[in-house]
């Protein structure tokens, strides 16, 4: 079995292969099944990425007319949720000199616009649509074939993924561009992020910005604002920023907690710790230019959290003014002069702090 491993901050982890990847394959098994009319019990093929998978293959069956297996899907050291699930094909002859390609039980059903996929089509992604056609025809490319995939524990396992806010219902996905699953990275969460941004701008032209859960059930229970609008950044501000614009969004609101987006007035767009920290001295200076009070900045720049050092913030126009700082900083970021955004800040403890005009 062939094997292929990444280091990342100093760990070696294994690769892993898509859905998609995991049907090619269940799909070629299940040609060769018929074509030869034997069990096989392993299958290879070779990924968009270069690099050749194998795997066992399961529950196999055939008769002169269709053959059957599954394959198990193996996403390496990458925490995804698919991973263990086994995905089926059954590949059998038609009339029709064509390889028709249909999603069954466990294959979720794409419901709005800005996929890769039609509205009411089953979420075979095209890359992976492709991945499964050249694997049944490098085995039977005279023949006319139908090619179902299915996912028997998909309905159930897509509840923990991103299918339902992205308008995918009753199953999981078979994605895939490069055919091959690295251990999660940031492009990996980056791209999951833009694909939500997609989605949502095929309905609206406003989105509301968070950070993660906190400013997400902010925005909800405080704010009263539609969760459908919600796209979490995560730490990578600068990028999504980028995207937002670049998909032409109307308009914004970025809500954040006081502690996250501390850093962005001093032009740090990705606000992980281990790129920056820099929150209470972001936020002592601003307070001691705004208030000329060097004993409450002192106070503020020794504090252990942003939580503490805002009980010495007790002018509220400080926080419209800060703010507002936030706001330049994403123009100056984004290199624009003109759009409709509005900077909301917020604590755990005080609740709305101040927000743009």
Known sequence: MNEYY?????KKLKLGFTTGTAAALAAKAAARMLKNQQIITEIALITPAGMEM???VFDQKFTAQYAECSVVKDAGDDPDVTNGLKVHC???YQKTNQIEIIGGHGIGKVTKKGLSVAVGEKAINPQPKKMIKEAVASILDDKGLCVKIWVPQGKEIAKKTFNQKLGIV???SILGTTGIVKPMSQ???IETIILELKVLREQSATVILTFGNYGKDFVIHSLNLPEKNIISMSNYC???LKQVIQLDFQSAILVGHIGKIVKLAGSIFNTHSSIADARLEILASHFGYFSGDMERMKKIFTSNTTEEAIEYIEDSQFFH???QVIHNKIFDFLKIKHWNLKVMIFSQSRGLLGETS
């Open 170 to 172: 009753d199953g999981i």
């Open 6 to 10: 990444q280091t990342i901050n100093g």
């Open 90 to 92: 059954k590949v059998s």
């Open 54 to 56: 194998n795997t066992r």
């Open 187 to 189: 492009a990996a969460i």
């Open 321 to 323: 003014y800060f703010a």
């Open 238 to 240: 600068g990028e999504i």
